[in-house]
Every structure is written in structure tokens, then in C-alpha cells.
């Protein structure tokens, strides 16, 4: 009988590695002959784990975690044509049935068939269709001609997996937030947070062309992390304003663009930075983002959050200063990023060297078994990715 294991949430601040079913080729009770079984090569904890663990969702207890996933064709549905065993291939976060309105749009963080409780689905994810995630040793993937990125060279790849790992979800995020923002040659940008995603934003940036790439944060950790790849950093623990620090880095208080890489859990800035103001980041970046420059919001926004501040808060209403962006004429980006849109090319971009980003965000990785140390590292603030390798495939490479 095969086994299987994978890391749970038990409770806020609680998570634990559990053997768990071995994944079926079946939606229900129906085969899912467009799914394969994957043999997980990597697999990361984002921030946005973070927050399920840290009770800030309606998460219920034993959710296998885990949308961050690359893997090792193990077996094909008999639908599955591109895709074969042995195949090695990175999932984006977003599941996707490639066949509604929105997915032909190129839209496929919001499918309109994979979740019946609201567009968009993933793996491992609270409200998210209850899909299995993969922080395991094996995981089913549904529609996966239409999902999965085949890496056109196996051992190619393997040399450079701890990159090639990022492209399940952080890289192409943090390159949505660049790309919506209207990053380009010449432009000053500024970076709200300095997490895995910030870091990976901030590269992309830096991949696009842009002359300044400011990151601002309240851990001095990550924001050294920040500058060893080249980019200029503000600390928001400091009782100079947030314009007044970007003023001293480019002569003037205002950048071409932002992005939030923050999101809901947002804390104040100066004498505030031990308090959690959820508006916070979206203010700011109004405030020191040029008149007809735009914002790239990656960062997650809940509907449901349980420890929110407030009334408004626990139900995703924010104070955002609306009338500001307005009268700047500012174009705001929300929402999931459409991995598929970006992964082929930030692949190539990978494995021609055009970016070193397991290096920008300092990936880390970790055995299966130490992943609930890992969650509390990266809850204290450590400034790391932390990458699974449930079957020691990476330390072999």
C-alpha cells in the first residue's frame, strides 16, 4: 500500500507532519482522468500560509497545506496527451480547467469551475474548493495538460530547481505586481514589504528594466536581504515619514510606481510599527506614487478574517483613502496573479541566467519533517524561503 505524508494546520500556530491518503486520479466519486499524481520534488511555505496558521482565517483544523508545488509525473489519467511519467513540472498555484470564460481570458486565478463556493481555486488553501495542497510526498494535479509547465530538460532543471521551485507561485506574483504597476526601463519603484514575495517583486523589477528599486519594511533582516541584490531599502521602524526616506534615496518624495507585497496583516509605520493598521500600506503607496502611476497588489486580502483589528476589518472593509487615487488618477491591480500568463517566460529567464532568484529571496531549504520549524522561523520574521524536500531529490542535485 503506497504512503503518504503531508504538513497540516492544527490550530492557530500549530502545524504537523501526518500520514495522509496517497493521492486517487478522482474528483468525488468520479475518476479524474485529466489529473496526474506528482512525486513532490519542492514544495515552499509562502506568507500566505502564514496567515491560515496564524488564525487569521476560517481555516479548518487538518487542511493539508501547500500551493507552492513542483513535481515528478508519478501516473497520467488516461485524457492527459502532454504530460507523461517522468516528466518534471511546475504547478501553478492557481487550478485552473482551462475551458470557462475567464480561463480563456487568460484569467485563471478566478476559474469558474474549480471552486463552487467562488471564482478561483488552489491547493491547500482555506475557501479555495478544498483541494489537497501539497506540502506532502505526493499530490493529484486536475486538467493537467492545461495546468502543469513541463521543463523541456529534467536534469537541466534539477540544477537549478531551487529557482525553478519559485515559479509556482512567488516569482510570477511578485512579476505580476511589477508588470500591473507599470514597471519598465527607467522607472523608481517602491516595494512595500520585504518578504519572499517583495524580494521576488523586487527582481522582477530589476528583470524589467527599472533604474531604483526601493524596498521598504520593518525588519532590518530582510531589509539587508534586499540589498544584497542591488536594491536601495527604507526602515519603516523609523519616525522619518515614508516620502521623507524615498526623498533622501531619488531627490524627490514620489515614485513611478508601487507595490503591495504585504497585504492584509500590514502593520503601522514610525512610532505605530507595533501596531497592525491593515490600510497602512495601500495609504502609503498612494501618498508617494506619482499622478498617473499605478499600484501592483499582489499582497492577499481576505473576506473573512477572524483576528482583524476591528468590525471592518474581520470582514475585509479597510479605511483606504479612495479620494487620494482619485484626484492622482492612480490604477489599482488586485488579486491573485494568473501564474500561466508569466511561468514559460520566467522559466526561460531562469535557465538562461537572466535571474539568480532563489538567491535574491535566499532560498532555504528544509526535510519535510522540519517544516513546522520552518513555519516558526518564518513567523519570526527570518528573512528566508523555505523550500520542502520531501524526498531529499534537491539535496541529491
Same mark, same amino acid.
Given at each position: 500500500?503506497?504512503?503518504?505524508?503531508?504538513?497540516?494546520?492544527?490550530?492557530?500556530?500549530?502545524?504537523?507532519?501526518?500520514?495522509?491518503?496517497?493521492?486517487? $486520479?478522482?474528483?468525488?466519486?468520479?475518476?479524474?482522468?485529466?489529473?496526474?499524481?506528482?512525486?513532490?520534488?519542492?514544495?515552499?511555505?509562502?506568507?500566505?500560509?502564514?496567515?491560515?496558521?496564524?488564525?487569521?482565517?476560517?481555516?479548518?483544523?487538518?487542511?493539508?497545506?501547500?500551493?507552492?508545488?513542483?513535481?515528478?509525473?508519478?501516473?497520467?489519467?488516461?485524457?492527459?496527451?502532454?504530460?507523461?511519467?517522468?516528466?518534471?513540472?511546475?504547478?501553478?498555484?492557481?487550478?485552473?480547467?482551462?475551458?470557462?470564460?475567464?480561463?480563456?481570458?487568460?484569467?485563471?486565478?478566478?476559474?469558474?469551475?474549480?471552486?463552487? /463556493?467562488?471564482?478561483?481555486? &488552489?491547493?491547500?488553501?482555506?475557501?479555495?474548493?478544498?483541494?489537497?495542497?501539497?506540502?506532502?510526498?505526493?499530490?493529484?494535479?486536475?486538467?493537467?495538460?492545461? +495546468?502543469?509547465?513541463?521543463?523541456?530538460?529534467?536534469?537541466?532543471?534539477?540544477?537549478?530547481? %531551487?529557482?525553478?521551485?519559485?515559479?509556482?507561485?512567488?516569482?510570477?506574483?511578485?512579476?505580476?505586481?511589477?508588470?500591473?504597476?507599470?514597471?519598465?526601463?527607467?522607472?523608481?519603484?517602491?516595494?512595500?514589504?520585504?518578504?519572499?514575495?517583495?524580494?521576488?517583486?523586487?527582481?522582477?523589477?530589476?528583470?524589467?528594466? &527599472?533604474?531604483?528599486?526601493?524596498?521598504?519594511?520593518?525588519?532590518?533582516?530582510?531589509?539587508?536581504?534586499?540589498?544584497?541584490?542591488?536594491?536601495?531599502?527604507?526602515?519603516?521602524?523609523?519616525?522619518?515619514?515614508?516620502?521623507?526616506?524615498?526623498?533622501?534615496?531619488?531627490?524627490?518624495?514620489?515614485?513611478?510606481?508601487?507595490?503591495?507585497?504585504?497585504?492584509?496583516?500590514?502593520?503601522?509605520?514610525?512610532?505605530?510599527?507595533?501596531?497592525?493598521?491593515?490600510?497602512?500600506? $495601500?495609504?502609503?503607496?498612494?501618498?508617494?506614487?506619482?499622478?498617473?502611476?499605478?499600484?501592483?497588489?499582489?499582497?492577499?486580502?481576505?473576506?473573512?478574517?477572524?483576528?482583524?483589528?476591528?468590525?471592518?476589518?474581520?470582514?475585509? %472593509?479597510?479605511?483606504?483613502?479612495?479620494?487620494?487615487?482619485? &484626484?492622482?488618477?492612480?490604477?489599482?491591480?488586485?488579486?491573485?496573479?494568473?501564474?500561466?500568463?508569466? +511561468?514559460?517566460?520566467?522559466?526561460?529567464?531562469?535557465?538562461?541566467?537572466?535571474?539568480?532568484?532563489?538567491?535574491?529571496?535566499?532560498?532555504?531549504?528544509?526535510?519535510?519533517?522540519?517544516?513546522?520549524?520552518?513555519?516558526?522561523?518564518?513567523?519570526?520574521?527570518?528573512?528566508?524561503?523555505?523550500?520542502?524536500?520531501?524526498?531529499?531529490?534537491?539535496? /541529491?542535485?
Amino acid at each position: 500500500m503506497a504512503t503518504n505524508r503531508g504538513v497540516a494546520y492544527m490550530g492557530t500556530g500549530k502545524v504537523e507532519v501526518q500520514s495522509i491518503d496517497f493521492p486517487k $486520479l478522482a474528483l468525488g466519486s468520479r475518476k479524474c482522468e485529466h489529473g496526474v499524481i506528482l512525486k513532490v520534488v519542492a514544495t515552499n511555505i509562502c506568507g500566505s500560509d502564514q496567515h491560515m496558521v496564524r488564525g487569521r482565517t476560517t481555516a479548518p483544523h487538518g487542511l493539508v497545506l501547500g500551493h507552492e508545488i513542483t513535481g515528478e509525473v508519478l501516473e497520467a489519467g488516461k485524457d492527459v496527451e502532454f504530460v507523461k511519467a517522468g516528466d518534471l513540472c511546475s504547478v501553478p498555484f492557481n487550478i485552473a480547467c482551462g475551458r470557462c470564460r475567464n480561463c480563456k481570458e487568460g484569467k485563471t486565478g478566478i476559474c469558474l469551475n474549480v471552486n463552487p /463556493a467562488r471564482p478561483g481555486a &488552489a491547493y491547500g488553501y482555506v475557501d479555495m474548493g478544498g483541494w489537497i495542497g501539497g506540502q506532502a510526498e505526493y499530490v493529484m494535479v486536475p486538467y493537467a495538460d492545461f +495546468n502543469l509547465l513541463k521543463f523541456p530538460d529534467k536534469d537541466r532543471a534539477m540544477t537549478k530547481i %531551487r529557482d525553478l521551485t519559485l515559479l509556482s507561485d512567488i516569482f510570477p506574483t511578485g512579476y505580476h505586481g511589477a508588470v500591473t504597476a507599470g514597471v519598465g526601463p527607467g522607472s523608481i519603484v517602491y516595494i512595500a514589504g520585504a518578504g519572499p514575495v517583495g524580494l521576488a517583486s523586487a527582481a522582477s523589477c530589476q528583470l524589467l528594466g &527599472a533604474a531604483c528599486v526601493i524596498v521598504g519594511d520593518l525588519i532590518p533582516e530582510r531589509l539587508a536581504q534586499a540589498r544584497s541584490f542591488g536594491c536601495e531599502t527604507v526602515d519603516l521602524r523609523l519616525e522619518a515619514s515614508l516620502a521623507d526616506q524615498i526623498a533622501q534615496i531619488v531627490g524627490v518624495p514620489e515614485v513611478d510606481s508601487a507595490v503591495d507585497c504585504v497585504g492584509f496583516e500590514a502593520h503601522g509605520h514610525g512610532g505605530e510599527s507595533g501596531v497592525e493598521r491593515p490600510a497602512t500600506v $495601500l495609504n502609503a503607496l498612494m501618498e508617494v506614487t506619482r499622478a498617473g502611476g499605478a499600484l501592483g497588489i499582489p499582497g492577499l486580502y481576505v473576506t473573512d478574517d477572524p483576528g482583524g483589528v476591528d468590525a471592518n476589518a474581520k470582514v475585509g %472593509r479597510l479605511g483606504i483613502r479612495i479620494g487620494l487615487g482619485w &484626484a492622482k488618477s492612480h490604477t489599482l491591480s488586485t488579486g491573485q496573479c494568473p501564474v500561466i500568463k508569466y +511561468n514559460r517566460q520566467l522559466m526561460q529567464a531562469i535557465l538562461y541566467d537572466k535571474i539568480q532568484i532563489a538567491k535574491a529571496v535566499n532560498v532555504t531549504t528544509i526535510t519535510l519533517d522540519e517544516a513546522p520549524g520552518g513555519y516558526r522561523d518564518f513567523d519570526n520574521g527570518a528573512a528566508k524561503k523555505f523550500v520542502l524536500d520531501p524526498h531529499g531529490m534537491i539535496a /541529491a542535485a
